[in-house]
């Protein structure tokens, strides 16, 4: 007999944008919220047809509007909370809940050095998230970033790897490396500081990356994250992705042109993937 191994559902890419008028001066927040509930309550859902205790993923949609709209929230973290503590609280036959909010980024726009109160401009592609789950009593948050697009035109090595018959890349003490960084980290969920936390972090890797003379993807991923737990007390956990942005010398023999370090074709397709989590 089949036994139902683990259910969920919920409503996804609720897209939200939120006008905060303290006049003069106006905030815009902008983001996308998932919300997925899980219990064992809902197996009978699946197995009898039996929809009592699900809850509309509408209601969801219409509950998340209602709490971005109500709650006077100071980070995407606090709202994430705040919505989670929210549906735990109204369906206590749904025991866990994850609310998942990646933000879009809206910067105030300067004008002859001096900040706007009104007008704004999006920057990217760069994303910052939070992922927040209560399961009973029991809640943990962390945050994030996606699609970080960083470069650097020298220190950076990679030689020294295992070779056979099927090896072709050249091993090299100089290149070129670039990474579109996704970073994760947990904090406590009592911790009221977040949106300074993760501009450390934040900071501390774009630091490291810059000052670092790596041996590899995997160095550079290393002592990132070593440096992040080292310098951020309150990360308790931090996950990186690294995957490789390559840019390949493009051959101008043909034309007589020697081009040892100048002229690049940029590809990520294939493209190496590089993961870690290191916690305290």
């Not at 007008?119 to 948050?141: C, H, K, M, N, Q």
């Not at 990186?240 to 081009?259: A, E, T, W």
């Amino acid at each position: 007999m089949p036994e139902i191994a683990r259910t969920s559902y919920g409503k996804t890419r609720i897209l939200v944008m939120k006008v905060v008028r303290k006049e003069p001066i106006h905030e815009i927040w902008e983001f996308v919220v998932d919300v997925t509930a899980e219990s064992p309550e809902l197996e009978r859902s699946y197995t009898r047809a039996d929809n009592s205790p699900i809850v509309a993923t509408d209601t969801m949609k219409n509950l998340v509007n209602y709490l971005s709209f109500s709650y006077d929230f100071a980070t995407l973290e606090d709202l994430a909370l705040h919505i989670s503590r929210s549906l735990r609280e109204r369906y206590a036959h749904l025991p866990r809940w994850t609310v998942h909010i990646e933000g879009a980024a809206w910067n105030r726009l300067t004008t002859g050095g001096v900040a706007h109160p009104i007008s704004f401009v999006r920057t990217g592609p760069e994303i910052a998230f939070t992922t927040a789950v209560v399961d009973g009593d029991t809640y943990s948050l962390s945050s994030g970033i996606r699609d970080l697009l960083v470069l650097k035109t020298t220190d950076s090595a990679f030689s020294g790897f295992h070779r056979d018959e099927f090896t072709t890349l050249p091993e090299t003490r100089d290149r070129v490396l670039a990474t579109s960084i996704t970073a994760e980290w947990k904090v406590p969920a009592s911790r009221r500081d977040q949106g300074g936390i993760n501009a450390t972090v934040r900071e501390t890797i774009l630091r490291t990356f810059a000052e670092l003379k790596s041996e590899s993807v995997q160095h550079l991923a290393h002592e990132t994250a070593a440096t992040v737990l080292k310098s951020v007390q309150a990360v308790e956990e931090i996950s990186l992705r690294l995957p490789n942005k390559h840019y390949f010398l493009i051959d101008l023999s043909p034309f007589g042109v020697k081009n040892e370090d100048t002229l690049y074709l940029p590809t990520n397709i294939p493209h190496g993937d590089i993961h870690l989590t290191v916690r305290r």
